[in-house]
């Protein structure tokens, strides 16, 4: 085990048992050696109630000071699900030499999100890049369904012919923006950037995939002379039906798609409103 990953362990011995744990963001980039990046976190448990009350009895500090003597761990709980996304954020929490950012989320919404992109905040997480430190249920494995639904998002809504960096540019931008229906607004050099930082992760992540749909012929894969990925699809009804029978059920019923589930073929893509 790396140091990167030792400590990534060694956070969790601070804070109450948890089901499932990540670590996402810059600090997985390989070249990124700054000390002072914050190590972000996703943390999921089967009673967010009950864990909180845990952690205010081990780190209230960690904590915003209103939410301790206003609340407790009811109206922590209560506004990650009420105002937020089910995500309750502890960001700037320092221990050994290092700061921290941890968002605690239940379980089963944990799960919802992955399967089918209910709140797509979670879901996008976890279409990136992250190092999975503690994982109780298998979420490893459930995920499967969610990098495949992204995906075929991403070649939906690419043009028939782009390079590898292009499509993880498009699966970073559907997680980022946390809504599928706003693909377009995300800074664009800002997930060139994330792309270039963390594309042998993305290559590991997606390439199984990627062969998985070379081989239903719903691509081809190519190598150029630099040794870079050359993706072509072929951009008709048929391919984009496979493509949309992957996507989670709330996202298929709100295509915007005439009788029979018409979906037009262009040269830049296919006209597929999220």
């Known amino acids: 085990m790396d140091n990167n990953a030792q400590d990534f362990q060694s956070f969790l011995q601070i804070l109450p048992p948890v089901e499932f744990a990540c670590v996402y963001g810059s600090s997985l980039h390989p070249t990124n050696h700054d000390k002072t990046t914050m190590v972000d976190y ?42 937020g996304v089910g995500v309750h954020f502890n960001p700037f929490v320092t221990w050994n030499g290092k700061m921290f950012k941890y968002g605690v989320v239940r379980m089963h919404d944990l799960l919802q999100d992955v399967q089918y992109w209910e709140k797509f905040y979670l879901c996008g997480r976890l279409q990136k890049p ?6 109780n249920l298998d979420i490893r494995k459930i995920n499967y369904i969610n990098l495949r639904a992204a995906l ?7 043009p028939s012919e782009f390079t590898e960096a292009d499509l993880y540019a498009k699966i970073c931008n559907l997680s980022y923006m946390g809504d599928v229906r706003m693909l377009f607004a995300e800074d664009k ?35 150029t002379a630099n040794h870079q990925i050359e993706v072509s699809q072929d951009c008709d009804l048929s391919v984009s039906r496979s493509l949309v029978s992957a996507l989670p059920p709330s996202i298929r019923s709100q295509l915007s798609m005439k009788q029979g589930e018409e979906v037009k073929p262009s040269q830049t893509g296919m006209h597929v409103i999220f």
């Open 42 to 83: 996703i943390l999921g448990v089967s009673d967010p109630i009950q864990w909180h009350s845990e952690n205010l009895k081990m780190n209230k500090h960690h904590y915003a000071s209103w939410m301790v003597h206003l609340g407790g761990e009811r109206l922590i709980t209560a506004v990650a699900d009420k105002i």
């Open 130 to 135: 992250v190092q999975i430190v503690v994982d």
């Open 152 to 158: 075929s998002a991403s070649l939906l809504l690419l």
């Open 189 to 223: 050099n800002k997930v060139k950037k994330i792309v270039a930082g963390q594309f042998d992760l993305f290559h590991s992540m997606y390439r199984p995939y990627l062969e998985e749909f070379e081989a239903k012929k719903l691509l081809k894969l190519s190598s």
